[in-house]
């Protein structure tokens, strides 16, 4: 079961080169989440791109692995140990941020999970995605947005990470659904503000090769009282037309793409890019 969704090895020749001059050493992009999974995939791919990566996470070792990944495939990256739920924290890791060039994109992606009914749901655990994957996303793209206006031509981008969670509501992840739509709002609530200049949009994908996918399995299991080979095969895969996991680069490509000046019509919309899942549901 492991070896099915473990979490693939990171190789430059699977990042997305774009032809960007924007993409440039003067430029600076802020990865949430960058100690694993997707954030670590997009930090490394914003780095290849020629950009200087700041990556957040809590995992301080976790993070500096995934500097050290990305200067070793020829990135420029640093990490800043950062607690999402600190104001403090997103505060100082933004103005390191500004020190290094010119803030112009930010990538939100920090996530966790909870499997639970509503009538179970712990609230100090609500409390907590909650402040991680929504409050968090909404207070760093507020301080971003002064200096993307500093920027030629007022530009910036945002991302967030959606899911086909905010698209369709599964069992027992109400909180998590709750997230994932309400970043999509965000999404399209900087693209009402930004005059085409400060650009949002999110990405919303089936489930990925990543711990956090790994580990929600068991408690599936038990939610829903199946066995563990069950909860991959039925649900997690069972309504995707594409039998096959997204790898997390695969995923830090779409926002290279969506950063790009190929995205320039990209301004609060989704790329949904989840194996035929919730078009098909």
Do not use: W
Not at 40 to 49: E, F, L
Not at 151 to 166: A, D, E
């Amino acid at each position: 079961m492991d070896a099915y969704i473990n979490e693939p090895e990171i190789r430059k020749e699977d990042v997305l080169k774009i032809a960007d001059d924007a993409f440039n050493l003067q430029n600076v992009c802020i990865v949430t989440g960058a100690g694993s999974g997707i954030g670590r995939a997009t930090a490394i791919a914003a780095s290849v791109n020629n950009l200087i990566t700041v990556g957040l996470d809590i995992d301080e070792k976790a993070g500096q692995k995934t500097q050290a990944l990305a200067r070793q495939l020829g990135g420029q990256m640093i990490f800043i140990r950062t607690d999402l739920t600190s104001d403090g924290d997103m505060d100082s890791a933004v103005q390191e941020a500004a020190k290094l060039g010119n803030i112009r994109y930010l990538a939100n992606i920090a996530g966790i999970q909870h499997i639970d009914s509503i009538e179970n749901f712990p609230m100090a655990k609500y409390d907590l995605m909650m402040a991680i994957m929504l409050r968090a996303p909404f207070y760093l793209s507020k301080r971003v947005t002064p200096f993307f206006h500093k920027n030629t031509g007022g530009r910036g981008v945002i991302g967030n990470m959606s899911s086909v969670h905010g698209h369709i509501c599964t069992l027992n992840k109400p909180v998590y659904n709750i997230t994932k739509f309400g970043l999509r709002a965000l999404a399209q609530s900087i693209a009402a503000e930004g005059e085409g200049n400060i650009r949002a949009f999110t990405v919303s994908t089936g489930y990925v090769k990543t711990q956090l996918a790994l580990n929600q399995i068991q408690a599936q299991a038990e939610q829903r009282h199946i066995t563990a080979e069950e909860v991959v095969r039925d649900v997690m895969m069972g309504k995707s037309r594409v039998k096959e996991m997204m790898s997390p680069m695969e995923v830090g490509n779409l926002f290279v793409f969506g950063f790009s000046r190929f995205s320039s019509y990209l301004n609060g919309g989704d790329l949904l890019f989840d194996g035929g899942m919730v078009l098909t549901y």
